[in-house]
């Protein structure tokens, strides 16, 4: 029942990521690759507050997205000049830069020994000690975040995303600040991505950085991709998939050595297969190009 | 000239019901420019270009391929900045420098184009395309759309009703649910204009709106604009090759002639 449970908590996690991303690719057209950068920011400065300062949970949670959406404004400011391929670039070279910092600046986040003995979420003096309890307390926030993400895609800040994804320059013409559009969707998307991290580190109780890396952010895009984008079901059968895939895996039982990259080879397979055969992923409604 | 335009205005029964008689002739609109120069490498494109145009006038603007017309129209709706010269829009007295403004903020303050490629959002409806420009929509704030619900519906009701209406007055109504990708070239330019309409462009800057449409297409184009710009005041500087079809509405032709533009003023206007 446990295992069962452990893979709905990270359903729950991956659904958060998977949702925000779909914000920046699916609603605005803007290909991040530097998602799980941000994971880990929501992540350490949760991480931080809870074990350095003794913060509460949800302080903790929502200073680490505080910090993730305004760190935002490093890929942010880049899209106002980059498209498309160059952006992309850009994109990956914040994710390195993020990487190499939680990896080096050890006096603050211990480097790669990581940071360790997070406790689970407490809230007014209950604490979610159980897999059970911590699977409905992600499942709320993770329901409450799907809802902000549809009350945003039917709102007039949607359908400008969307305008925008579809054409930029007749976008700019008809009065869509494109730019301002670009600052806003990032820092959500950050913010909530940050708060996935902060969840993440309180159920793992101990994060390093290389589940920050650049294979993180690979993971959650083609999450996004194989789910479909455009929606707020894609994103969803796309975290679900790709949460399932290593698990159905694990009953073939090979050596470990050849299990990580078979996984590898079983996601490169997915995306082109994908690709080919129906680009709007899964469960999108955007077939993106 | 007041009675003139409200007569106009009595007889294009089908301008959307919230253009009031009021409204429609309130709007003092002056689109000027003076000295326009720009070169490209080496190559001069405008050469001292100057422009007036007010609520109400529509301009001709031709010339050959590659003059430098869509240049000049590149410059008016902020999208390049000229090496010298001045623009301006006035709008009841209030004076904006265009050249100081971005692209955006010129649209909301009423200086929109339509584009000679047409660039309608291939994956929205026709009416989502309509509402999308939609000006000064609260919700486009992602706080204020979560946490002002109530006043961004009502907002988003009145905005459908006035796109449903500029979409009706230019006989794309029916088509409001096809996607914007399902449109044949004259519905698509349509749906196009009925996009800045939505904008509340007091000046409106038109590529090539005629080309790629029939004859009768064109005529019937011709006349909504012609009944657009007597009823509701609006200024058009129109970029057309099909000059047979666009003079008899113009009050204005700009000719651009070697980077300068030569002005004539047309005698024989239909009125609606």
């Known amino acids: 029942m446990n295992y069962l449970y452990h893979l709905i908590i990270y359903f729950e996690i991956y659904a958060i990521v998977a949702m925000s991303l779909n914000l920046l690719i699916g609603y605005g057209g803007l290909l991040q690759v530097a998602h799980a950068a941000y994971y880990g920011i929501g992540a350490y400065t949760a991480a931080l507050l809870w074990t350095k300062l003794g913060w509460g949970f949800f302080p903790g949670l929502a200073v680490g997205a505080f910090a993730a959406g305004v760190l935002s404004l490093l890929v942010s400011l880049p899209a106002w000049r980059f498209k498309g391929d160059y952006f992309v670039m850009i994109s990956i070279a914040v994710q390195t830069l993020i990487y190499a910092t939680l990896y080096n600046w050890t006096d603050l986040t211990n480097g790669p020994f990581g940071i360790s003995g997070i406790a689970r979420p407490v809230m007014a003096g209950y604490s979610f000690v159980t897999t059970g309890s911590i699977t409905v307390l992600y499942g709320v926030l993770a329901t409450g975040l799907g809802m902000v993400m549809a009350l945003l895609k039917w709102s007039p800040f949607g359908r400008a995303l969307q305008a925008m994804r579809d054409d930029e320059l007749a976008a700019y013409s008809i009065g869509i600040p494109v730019n301002w559009l670009k600052l806003q969707a990032f820092a959500l998307a950050s913010a909530m991505v940050g708060i996935a991290g902060g969840l993440y580190a309180s159920y793992v109780s101990y994060i390093d950085p290389t589940s920050f890396s650049l294979d993180e952010s690979i993971l959650m895009l083609s999450m996004v991709v194989i789910g479909g984008t455009g929606n707020v079901r894609g994103p969803l059968t796309g975290a679900a998939v790709l949460i399932l895939l290593p698990e159905a895996l694990r009953f073939l039982q090979l050596p470990d050595a050849v299990a990580a990259n078979v996984r590898l080879l079983a996601y490169g397979l997915l995306l082109i297969l994908m690709m080919h055969l129906r680009p709007q992923g899964l469960a999108g409604t955007y077939r993106y190009q | ?272």
């Not at chain 2, 184009?113 to 291939?122: K, P």
């Not at chain 2, 009823?231 to 003079?247: G, K, Q, S, Y």
């Open chain 2, 1 to 272: 000239m007041m009675t003139q335009i409200c007569a106009v205005l009595e007889r294009a029964s089908d301008i959307p019901a919230t253009q009031s008689c009021q409204e429609t002739l309130l709007p003092r609109v002056r689109l000027k420019a003076e000295g326009l120069s720009i070169a490209f490498g080496g190559q001069q494109v405008l050469c001292g270009a100057n422009l007036d145009l007010t609520g109400g006038q529509i301009a001709l603007l031709r010339g050959p391929n590659g003059c430098g017309k869509t240049t000049l129209l590149n410059v008016l709706s902020g999208f390049l900045k000229p090496d010298t010269g001045t623009a301006s829009l006035e709008f009841n007295g209030t004076r904006v420098d265009i050249l100081n403004e971005t692209p955006d903020r010129l649209a909301r303050l009423g200086l929109a184009r339509l584009w000679q490629d047409i660039r309608l959002f291939s994956t929205m409806t026709v009416l989502e395309n309509v509402l999308a420009a939609s000006p000064h929509a609260i919700g486009i704030n992602p706080a204020l759309a979560l946490f002002a619900l109530g006043k961004v519906k009502q907002q988003e009701r009145e905005f459908r009703s006035q796109a449903l209406a500029w979409l009706d007055m230019l006989g794309m109504a029916d088509r409001a649910d096809s996607s914007g990708d399902q449109l044949s070239v004259g519905q698509s330019k349509r749906v196009a204009i009925a996009r800045l309409l939505q904008t509340g462009s007091k000046v409106m800057l038109l590529d090539e709106p005629l080309a790629g449409l029939d004859h009768d297409s064109a005529a019937k184009l011709v006349e909504d604009l012609n009944r657009l710009a007597n009823a509701t005041h609006r200024a058009m500087l129109i970029v057309e090759h099909n000059h047979d079809a666009i003079t008899p509405v113009c009050d204005l032709r700009y000719t651009l002639n070697e980077g300068a533009l030569i002005r004539e003023e047309l005698e024989l206007k239909w009125v609606c």
